[in-house]
DNA sequence: CTCCTAGTTGCAACTCATTCTCAGGAGCCT
DNA sequence: AGGCTCCTGAGAATGAGTTGCAACTAGGAG
């Protein structure tokens, strides 16, 4: 079993017909990519590496099937500093995100106590949470 | 003394002036609307509100001196869920944001605890926080 | 297995925020 | 006042993302 995590073609199918959509290669490749993601990639990453498997897929499609996937809630969305949008896979826990501002790399990570105190302050002003987003632009700390 | 916060031309300069720039009457209309402005304003409403003072404000010099002065750091930036791009002085005290999702109205808010925590998560992952981003989407809670 | 039709696709044209180009205008130092 | 730069408005250009459309196809009905 030498496989490279390439994802089950029923994980693959399952994920498309939870969007309500159809089962089509293109929709096949994209899925697959988004599965097979551990990163961020934004829409022309996701094209990118969908047409290695699917040559065929077009740029339209894939923006189509990334939005229809993000509303039916099974993508995040993130547009980190006012850049593209990069996609997820929201089927994985709750985090939030460190972006090293040099090497753009990301790391994720869950606070609950932040999120409690998230909570306590919208309570305090009569509101609830629907959602959040918490970046947190950082350096790598000098270790001079 | 009915002025309605009106701010004072030497504001106006000292803030275009801080920046570096050269003072013109367009921009003393674009410096007095972030003056006045206790909201977050985007470049097309900044322009507009601009050209009430001064008619002859263009788009370009909008988007120019918006530019210039988030560059020199005497503005914030926010893109708030992927929209465009807001403003507001940054002369004023450190705030984090709170959206009605229904309203669109912000809220402003501070938490030192949760400021503390972020520095300690970030320092647990060997980095110091240059800037951070923590936007929290709501709704009111419903007194049924 | 074939038919049929609503759902899909690729392509190119389009939108919208933002940026750039350029030729004519104006600060401001002296 | 002179003039070297910096600025300006108008419009063209850019780039991410969207949409119209005619051809194509998934997949349920028969």
């Known amino acids: ?3 490279e995590l390439a994802s089950e073609t029923e994980d693959v199918d399952a994920l498309i017909r939870s969007a309500g959509l159809r089962i089509t290669k293109q929709r096949q490749a994209i899925a697959r990519v988004l599965l ?3 990163d961020h990639p934004d829409a022309e990453e996701v094209l990118e590496r969908a047409r290695d498997e699917d040559a065929s897929v077009s740029q339209a499609t894939a923006y189509r099937t990334l939005a229809v996937l993000a509303e039916k809630g099974l993508l995040d ?3 980190f ?3 593209v949008t990069r ?3 929201s089927d994985r826990p709750h985090h939030d995100h ?3 501002i040099e ?3 990301i790391t994720e990570f869950v606070s609950s106590e932040i999120e409690k105190l998230q909570r306590e302050i919208a309570r305090r002003h009569g509101y609830e949470i629907v959602a959040h987003r918490l970046e947190l632009y950082c ?3 000098d270790p001079s």
């Open 98 to 100: 460190m972006i090293d």
């Open 81 to 83: 500093d006012g850049g």
């Open 139 to 141: 350096r790598k700390i």
């Open 36 to 38: 097979d993601s551990g």
């Open 1 to 3: 079993m030498e496989e």
């Open 87 to 89: 996609f997820e896979l």
């Open 103 to 105: 090497s753009g790399k």
């Open 77 to 79: 969305t993130h547009t």
